[in-house]
């Protein structure tokens, strides 16, 4: 195979040109590809993997599970996705984003995998299929004592539900990918509950969890753990506490990720720490120093300087009333602009009703790739739910041009607003953390 990509950038646009479709719901073709590999052996992961799914809070609890499985002396590796900026973000060992040359060899090997030796079928798969397994691949070769994977999308088809988890967690489960999941929490639960496993725990950390997950956990009897029964948390504006099936924590600090919703998440991963707790103990002070040190991009994260800037991934209507709370309790600022762009399958409508009170300007725009909506389709949204004659609204080419158009507007007092798609997020941090204060407003 001496016509084979050098570089991870010429492999992941090898990756784009294989399949016809982006997305391919389906575990026929990405198997027969992962019994190739490794001689016939498979993909060859042998520590405990845990497997996280649901509609918000994945990435947060994959960061959770990692900083305190870290603090405990584990090596870790995790999965998730999509990225931000680089594509080494989707993959971290210890801790560490994975460098472009540990990947190689394992897109070589799927490669191979993937044309198939004599009397095999060459097998066509999709960008996420191809990566998933290189990165999987990559991960059971470095000698790891336990492997985070977040579900791309669903759980029930997707390329991650390959692996058996031996520990499942499903955050909250919400209206989105109805196209590809169903048309209500209830089709959308049943797509998640597909990482389930017989006889293997299973977190479910949303507190209304739809019928459809407890029905599933009960149909292949999987060990449950629901939040409010299982397991529980309270707290106050200090500290907080969690209860489990036989263990207790009392006085934690709150996590260091921001937002209303990280308490849930993190009564999830306390969870799923107890029920691997015989394969993999941790300590109590490994828990309170890994949610202390914990750090996500994109998530409700609050960069210093004037005006404020808060980035966040929010792009469906749970997510995003998650940080119209959050924002809520922020304060008082003299005026809020917001950078927006999102994908055109989005449920708009909800999302612009519940964040519209809090956005005095915004700043649509367009994203590169044909999926996203356009920022004048996006302006056309807002303004049909728009109530305020006092709320603007422009159009632009990407996120950095809305971003500049915001901060040349806004005053050191004001808060900026950067949310919606991750390529919303990214494209504003591809040339690193912006930092904004009063001398760039003069400039």
Not at 135 to 153: C, F, P, Q, Y
Not at 333 to 341: D, E, L, N, Q, R
Not at 377 to 387: E, G, I, R
Request: with cysteine; charged share 20%; proline share 6%.
């Amino acid at each position: 195979m001496n016509d084979l990509p050098h570089t991870l950038a010429d492999w992941l646009a090898h990756c784009e040109r294989l399949h016809p479709t982006t997305i391919d719901m389906g575990l026929e073709r990405v198997r027969a590809v992962a019994q190739r590999l490794n001689g016939g052996q498979g993909l060859g992961v042998t520590c405990p993997v845990v497997t996280v799914g649901g509609t918000n809070g994945k990435g947060s609890t994959c960061a959770m599970l990692e900083a305190i499985y870290q603090q405990a002396g584990y090596r870790t590796g995790v999965y998730t996705s999509p990225h931000l900026v680089h594509f080494e973000e989707r993959c971290r060992i210890q801790g560490d984003l994975v460098r472009p040359e540990q990947l190689l060899p394992a897109f070589a090997d799927v490669e191979a995998a993937r044309r198939g030796g004599p009397g095999e079928a060459e097998v066509s798969l999709t960008y996420f299929e191809f990566t998933t397994l290189a990165i999987v691949l990559t991960l059971a070769r470095a000698g790891l004592d336990v492997i985070v994977l977040e579900v791309g999308l669903g759980g029930r088809l997707d390329a991650v539900n390959l692996l058996d988890a031996d520990c499942a967690v499903i955050t909250s489960v919400d209206l989105d990918h109805m196209e590809y999941l169903g048309p209500d929490r209830e089709a959308i639960g049943h797509e998640k509950a597909g990482i389930m496993r017989t006889g293997c725990p299973v977190v479910v950390s949303d507190p209304v969890p739809p019928q459809s997950v407890l029905d599933r956990a009960r149909e292949v009897g999987a060990d449950l753990w629901r939040l409010g029964r299982d397991f529980h948390f309270a707290g106050d504006k200090q500290q907080w506490g969690w209860t489990g099936r036989a263990r207790r924590y009392s006085g934690l600090a709150y996590p260091a990720l921001r937002g209303a919703n990280q308490l849930v998440n993190a009564a999830g991963v306390l969870a799923a720490l107890e029920a691997l707790h015989p394969r993999l103990p941790v300590t109590a002070q490994a828990v309170r120093t890994g949610l202390a040190l914990v750090e996500l991009p994109g998530r409700f994260q609050i960069v210093p300087g004037q005006p404020t800037l808060v980035l966040d991934v929010a792009h469906n209507p749970h997510a995003v009333a998650a940080l119209a709370e959050n924002l809520d309790a922020m304060g008082f600022y003299p005026t809020t602009h917001a950078v927006f762009g999102a994908m055109a399958d989005k449920d708009l409508r909800p999302m612009f009703e519940r964040i519209n009170p809090l956005i005095d300007r915004w700043y649509f725009t367009d994203l590169p790739l044909s999926r996203a909506a356009q920022a004048r389709d996006l302006a056309a949204s807002w303004a049909a739910t728009n109530t305020r004659p006092d709320a603007a609204a422009s159009q632009h080419a990407s996120p950095q041009a809305a971003l500049a158009a915001a901060v040349a507007a806004a005053d050191p007092a004001d808060r900026i607003v950067v949310f919606g798609s991750f390529f919303t997020v990214g494209g504003v941090l591809h040339d690193g953390v912006p930092r904004l204060s009063a001398k760039h407003l003069q400039a």
